[in-house]
C-alpha cells in the first residue's frame, strides 16, 4: 500500500511538473519583408494570423496565414485587392464562425472615408462576393482616417462597428489633430448573419477637438453603450487644481432612438484610468479604474463602481488607496510612506468574476528618450526606448470593495516593443501570465501565476534559446478554455507552439 501511494505521489509530481509544457510545431521561415502582427481567431480547423508585407512608404499588404492545430502551415494568401494606393485595410473580424475583412477606400472627388466588409474564406483564404459598405466619414485628406471599433455581444446574436470621422485643424497648410475620433461619427448593428439591424448617424454637442472615443459595448439586444473621454473648453487634463475633463458612457438604445448620457466621476479625485463592462444579469454597467488625487497620469489606488442603466444611479461604490507597503514595491520606502502616486500605468484589461466582481490587469509602460551626437553628419540624433515593467492585478468584490492587489516584477527594456509586454490565459480561478523575462534570446520566458487568494508563482517556462526563437506576447492568444498559442521568432524564422494549463 505505501508503494501504491509512493507512485501514486510520484506520478501527481510528474504529472504536475508537466502541467505547462509546451508543445512546439515545425520551425517556419518568413521572406524578408514580411512579418506576423496579430492573433485573429481560431476554430475547430486550427488557427488563423494576420501577416503584413511591407511595401514600403508606409504602406503594408494584408496577407491571411491559417494554421492547424498541430501548427503547419495550411495556406499563405495575400488578399488581393486589398492593396491599391487608396484602399487601406483596417482589420480582421472574426464572426459567428465566417471571416470578413474591414477596410476603408478614399474617395478623392467626394473627400471622404468609406467603410467596408468584405467575406474572406476560411477554406482558401481567398475574398469571396464583393465589399459592401458599413459607414463612410468626410476627410480633407486620404491620409487623414477615422477611427474602427468594433464588439460583439456576449450571445453573439450582436455585433456593433463604429467608425468616425477624424478631427482636424488647418494652420498654413499644416493638418494637425489631438485624436483621431470625433463627435461625428456611425453605429452600425449587425445581426448574427451581418445584416443591418440599424445604423445611426451622431453629431454629438462637443467640440470635435475636445472629444474623444474610449470603447464600444453592445449587449444581446443590441442596444450600444460607448464611453468616451470629453475635455472643457480645452485640450488640458488639468485646470485650476481640478480635473478638466469628465467620462461619459453615451448609450444608444431602442434601435438607436434613445440616447442616454451616464457621468461617470469620483468626487475631488481624478479618474486616471477607466474602463466598463455590462452585466448582463443585471441591468448594471460595471465600471472600474484607477485614480490619483493630483494628476489625470497619477496612480494612488483603485476604484469601483456600478451604474444602473435605467435609473443612472452610481451604487455600490468603493475607491481605495494602495498601501505603502504595496506602493513600496515600486519607489523607495521614504516617498511611499509620504504618499508618491505611481505613474505609466496603463489598463490592459478587466476580467468579470463569476460571482459579479471584476479584476483589474494594468501594466507599466513608458518611453524614454536617448539624444546621441553622431559625429558623421555633426547632428544629434534620438534613440527611443521602450519600457514595459510590472504588472499590478487587483481583485474587487461584488460588493465594489478591494478584495487584494497584488504586482508581477517585470522590467523590460528595448529598441523596438515586439516583444515586450505580456499575454494571458484565465483558466478557472487563476490567471496565467507569460512574458520574456528581458528582450533577448538567451532571456527564460517567465511563467507567473496568480491564484484566487492574491499569491503570485513565478518559474521558468522555457528558455528562449533552447527553441530557437525570441517569444512576442503579443501574438500568443488563449484559444481554448484551458490552452494559449504562443509564438517567437529569430531573423527569418519563426514557430508556434501550444501550451495546456
Known amino acids: ?83 491599391r494606393r487608396d484602399v487601406f485595410f483596417n482589420d480582421f473580424f472574426h464572426y459567428n464562425d465566417r471571416l470578413f475583412v474591414i477596410f476603408t477606400q478614399y474617395i478623392a472627388k467626394e473627400k471622404k472615408h468609406v467603410l467596408f466588409y468584405q467575406e474572406v474564406s476560411k477554406r482558401t483564404g ?27 455581444s456576449p450571445d453573439s446574436s450582436k455585433a456593433v462597428i463604429f467608425y468616425s470621422e477624424a478631427p482636424s485643424r488647418v494652420f498654413g497648410g499644416f493638418t494637425s489633430f489631438l485624436s483621431n475620433s470625433s463627435n461625428r461619427f456611425t453605429v452600425r448593428v449587425l445581426d448574427e448573419n451581418f445584416e443591418k439591424v440599424w445604423v445611426k448617424k451622431m453629431n454629438l454637442p462637443y467640440d470635435e477637438d475636445l472629444y474623444s472615443h474610449q470603447k464600444i459595448d453592445v449587449d444581446d439586444e443590441g442596444n450600444v453603450y460607448i464611453l468616451a473621454k470629453i475635455h472643457d473648453k480645452v485640450a488640458r487634463d488639468k485646470k485650476q487644481g481640478k480635473a478638466n475633463y469628465k467620462y461619459k458612457i453615451i448609450a444608444l438604445r431602442n434601435n438607436g432612438e434613445e440616447k442616454i448620457e451616464y457621468d461617470l466621476f469620483l468626487k475631488d479625485k481624478f479618474i486616471s484610468e477607466i474602463t ?10 460595471i465600471c472600474s479604474g484607477f485614480y490619483s488625487e493630483r494628476n489625470s497620469a497619477g496612480i494612488k489606488g483603485a476604484f469601483y463602481f456600478t451604474v444602473d442603466k435605467e435609473s443612472k444611479e452610481i451604487s455600490r461604490s468603493d475607491l481605495k488607496a494602495f498601501s505603502p507597503e504595496f506602493m513600496s514595491n515600486f519607489m523607495r520606502e521614504k516617498r511611499a510612506k509620504k504618499g508618491r502616486e505611481l505613474y505609466g500605468f496603463h489598463m490592459r484589461d478587466i476580467v468579470l468574476r463569476s460571482d459579479g466582481g471584476a479584476v483589474l490587469i494594468a501594466e507599466q509602460f513608458y518611453v524614454t528618450t536617448i539624444r546621441e551626437f553622431d559625429p558623421n553628419t555633426n547632428t544629434y540624433q534620438d534613440r527611443y526606448i521602450y519600457n514595459f515593467d510590472e504588472i499590478i492585478i487587483v481583485n474587487i468584490n461584488p460588493d465594489g470593495s478591494i478584495a487584494w492587489n497584488t504586482y508581477i516584477p517585470k522590467y523590460q527594456r528595448s ?79 519563426y514557430k508556434f507552439g501550444k501550451i495546456t494549463f
Not at 466598463?276 to 454597467?285: A, E, M, P
Not at 512576442?472 to 509564438?487: F, H, L, T, W
Open 1 to 83: 500500500m505505501k508503494h501504491l501511494i509512493f507512485i501514486s505521489f510520484a506520478l501527481f509530481i510528474l504529472t504536475a511538473s508537466f502541467a505547462q509544457e509546451v508543445k512546439w510545431g515545425e520551425e517556419l521561415k518568413r521572406k524578408p519583408n514580411e512579418f506576423i502582427d496579430k492573433f485573429i481567431a481560431q476554430d475547430a480547423k486550427g488557427f488563423y494570423v494576420l501577416r503584413t508585407e511591407s511595401e514600403g512608404a508606409n504602406r503594408d499588404v494584408p496577407i491571411i496565414e491559417h494554421y492547424s492545430h498541430r501548427m503547419h502551415l495550411k495556406y499563405s494568401k495575400k488578399l488581393d485587392g486589398i492593396d
Open 126 to 152: 481567398k475574398l469571396l462576393g464583393k465589399g459592401y459598405s458599413l459607414a463612410s466619414a468626410k476627410s480633407k485628406a486620404r491620409h487623414l482616417q477615422g477611427q474602427f471599433d468594433y464588439k460583439i
Open 276 to 285: 466598463f463592462k455590462l452585466n448582463n444579469k443585471t441591468s448594471n454597467i
Open 415 to 493: 529598441s523596438s516593443p515586439m516583444f515586450s509586454s505580456f499575454s494571458k490565459a484565465v483558466v478557472r480561478d487563476k490567471i496565467y501570465f507569460i512574458f520574456n523575462e528581458r528582450i533577448a534570446k538567451r532571456a527564460p520566458v517567465m511563467l507567473a501565476t496568480v491564484s484566487a487568494d492574491g499569491s503570485v508563482d513565478m518559474k521558468d517556462l522555457f528558455r528562449n534559446k533552447d527553441v530557437d526563437v525570441v517569444t512576442r506576447p503579443s501574438v500568443c492568444q488563449q484559444i481554448s478554455r484551458n490552452e494559449m498559442i504562443v509564438y517567437g521568432e529569430l531573423r527569418r524564422k
